[in-house]
């Protein structure tokens, strides 16, 4: 049995990044375990032409964030661990500093104290210092702070290209194996 990755998202811009990704893990067959926001149910609208019951079809869980007894909430339910695409600074804020008043919150609170791989798709520009505070101390908990930033050794074609080597570098920290974009084998000349 191949345990599940859970896949949240938040109200930070970029909530294709959590899509892509959840699409991504439905093709490569590990079993996603979705928790979404209410705002990023509403950037969904805004930013894409994903519909809200479309996204959590791709997801073979779906929990409300307001149900802090759902399972991912206890660490004795098993998991690779959790990725948080896009991760918003005010959920950044709530993991950084253990204030779980959501799923989404607890979940990754249960992932670090249970040493389960947390990755944080931080979406904010520009930072100030409190921001990089925040990802200074979630670090120092154990998660893995991974802004979704381009690279372009890959020659992206298209903005796909460009969200799939984000998702991939993700899926990375997780050895998941995939082929969202080419990746580097040195410099050819």
Same mark, same amino acid.
């Not at 928790?35 to 519909?51: H, K, V, W």
């Not at 339910?77 to 005010?90: D, N």
């Given at each position: ?6 896949? =949240?998202?938040?109200?930070?811009? +970029?909530? /294709?990044?959590? !899509? @892509? #990704? ?5 093709? #490569?067959?590990? *079993? =996603?375990?979705l928790i979404i926001s209410e ?5 969904? =609208? ?10 959590? @079809?791709?997801?073979? /869980? ?5 149900? %802090?007894?759902?399972?991912p909430a206890s660490g004795s339910?098993? &998991?690779? +661990?959790? %990725? ?7 959920? $950044? ?9 959501? #799923? ?5 609170? !249960? &992932? $670090?104290?249970?040493?389960?791989? $947390? !990755? ?6 520009? #930072? ?9 101390? =979630?670090?120092?908990?154990g998660a893995t702070i991974l802004? *979704?930033? *381009?690279?372009?050794?890959? @020659? ?5 290209? %460009? ?27």
């Amino acid at each position: 049995m191949t345990l599940p990755l859970v896949v =949240a998202m938040t109200g930070a811009s +970029g909530v /294709v990044y959590g !899509v @892509e #990704l959840l699409k991504a893990l439905r093709d #490569l067959q590990t *079993p =996603a375990h979705l928790i979404i926001s209410e705002s990023a149910g509403r950037n969904l =609208a805004i930013e894409t032409d994903y519909g809200l019951d479309e996204v959590r @079809e791709l997801a073979e /869980v779906v929990y409300p964030n307001k149900d %802090i007894a759902a399972a991912p909430a206890s660490g004795s339910f098993l &998991t690779r +661990g959790m %990725i948080v695409a896009p991760c918003s600074i005010k959920t $950044l804020s709530a993991i950084a500093n253990s204030y779980n008043a959501n #799923l989404i919150s607890r979940a990754a609170d !249960v &992932t $670090l104290k249970e040493r389960r791989p $947390l !990755v944080l798709m931080v979406r904010e520009t520009p #930072l100030h210092k409190g921001h990089l505070e925040l990802m200074s101390r =979630a670090y120092d908990l154990g998660a893995t702070i991974l802004p *979704p930033m *381009p690279a372009f050794y890959h @020659e992206p074609k298209t903005i796909q290209d %460009i969200i799939h080597q984000s998702v991939g570098r993700t899926l990375d920290q997780f050895g998941i194996e995939h082929d969202l974009f080419r990746r580097w084998t040195g410099d050819p000349g």
